[in-house]
Nanobody, 130 residues
Framework: QVRLLESGGGSVQAGGSLRLSCTIS????????MGWFRQTPGKEREEFAI????????DYADSVKDRFTVSRDIAHNAVYLQMNSLKPEDTAIYSC???????????????????????WGQGTQVSVSS
């Protein structure tokens, strides 16, 4: 059974940085597509991952491109989201998700759409003040 556990959320001022971690069990990080999603206050969770990583590389939403970086650590079986130049509109609950049917290699592709992901973490709160 695949399980995901996020950590690293917190409160920062605009312009600050945070690094989120997603610890994975039940599947190797290089045997799945991994995505980071967020849900802003009063809204539904965004349908598309803000950041995604697989064996074929990474992809980002325009809203976070050049500010956020997704990476993975095979030795620790984890995925990270480095968030720089944070803005108040980045305030949200951030969740990692796994699509263990695809790897982004061996003829498969990773997608940012939420329904491609079958396992979700509980989320971690990020609050950015102006």
């Amino acid at each position: 059974q695949v399980r995901l556990l996020e950590s690293g959320g917190g409160s920062v001022q605009a312009g600050g940085s945070l690094r989120l971690s997603c610890t994975i069990s039940g599947v190797r990080v290089n045997a799945a597509c991994m995505g980071w999603f967020r849900q802003t206050p009063g809204k539904e969770r965004e349908e598309f991952a803000i950041a995604m990583i697989g064996n074929d590389g990474t992809d980002y939403a325009d809203s976070v491109k050049d500010r956020f970086t997704v990476s993975r650590d095979i030795a620790h079986n984890a995925v990270y989201l480095q968030m720089n130049s944070l803005k108040p509109e980045d305030t949200a609950i951030y969740s990692c998700a796994a699509d263990s049917r695809r790897t982004g290699g061996d003829g498969t592709s990773c997608y940012r759409r939420d329904f491609m992901y079958s396992t979700w973490g509980q989320g971690t709160q990020v609050s950015v003040s102006s």
